[in-house]
T-cell receptor, first 112, second 116 residues
């Protein structure tokens, strides 16, 4: 079946280091969204990417959508302790309006 | 605070029972979405209602049902509960009718359901 995978599953970084999480889909996505969930909290929408090859920036966060619209990445520059949490990608299948699949998430720990 | 409220915060019940989870969307939002988050399955989209009508169905079991009332609050009914239904249930809301809204969708704090 259709799957969305994320790597790595866990990442521990020293504060100030960069962090990247990758989202890979087995099928083409019409668009992709990224969410952040703090421990014990609820998902918070970060951004949506729609176009092939699209790159968007939010302060220290850079989001990219692959040319084939099957993968995406989130890069955080100079991590801070406030970046701690799980980062999820979610995509809607190009072939199915109702089919929204979430990745399993990458859990980020930042060591001060 | 996202403006989306969910009650109750925690629910403990036994297998075979039925429970109702409630969600009030942000003021002005017409769409309500229900999600299930479990340790083994991750976050899964269950169902969406827009202005009182079912808009999209995800991985919702037949034992589960939902509705959205004229005041736009929504309820998720879970029946014949099984151990595997233990999870966090999130409700989210957005302004538009898209199943995967281009604008933000705002999540509530969730209801933690434990089935014993």
């Amino acid at each position: 079946g259709q799957q969305v995978m994320q790597i790595p599953q866990y990442q521990h970084v020293q504060e100030g280091e960069d962090f990247t999480t990758y989202c890979n889909s087995s099928t083409t996505l019409s668009n992709i969204q990224w969410y952040k969930q703090r421990p014990g909290g609820h998902p918070v929408f970060l951004i949506q990417l729609v176009k092939s090859g699209e790159v968007k920036k939010q302060k220290r966060l850079t989001f990219q959508f692959g040319e084939a619209k099957k993968n995406s990445s989130l890069h955080i520059t100079a991590t801070q302790t406030t970046d701690v949490g799980t980062y999820f990608c979610a995509g809607r299948l190009e072939t199915s309006y109702d089919k929204v699949i979430f990745g399993p998430g990458t859990s980020l720990s930042v060591i001060p | 605070d996202s403006g989306v409220t969910q009650t109750p915060k925690h629910l403990i019940t036994a297998t075979g029972q039925r429970v109702t989870l409630r969600c009030s969307p942000r003021s002005g939002d017409l769409s309500v979405y229900w999600y299930q988050q479990s340790l083994d399955q991750g976050l899964q989209f269950l169902i969406q209602y827009y202005n009182g009508e079912e808009r999209a169905k995800g991985n919702i079991l037949e034992r589960f049902s939902a509705q959205q009332f004229p005041d736009l609050h929504s309820e998720l009914n879970l029946s014949s509960l099984e151990l595997g239904d233990s999870a966090l249930y999130f409700c989210a809301s957005s302004v538009g009718l898209e199943v995967f809204p281009a604008n933000e969708q705002f999540f509530g704090p969730g209801t933690r359901l434990t089935v014993l």
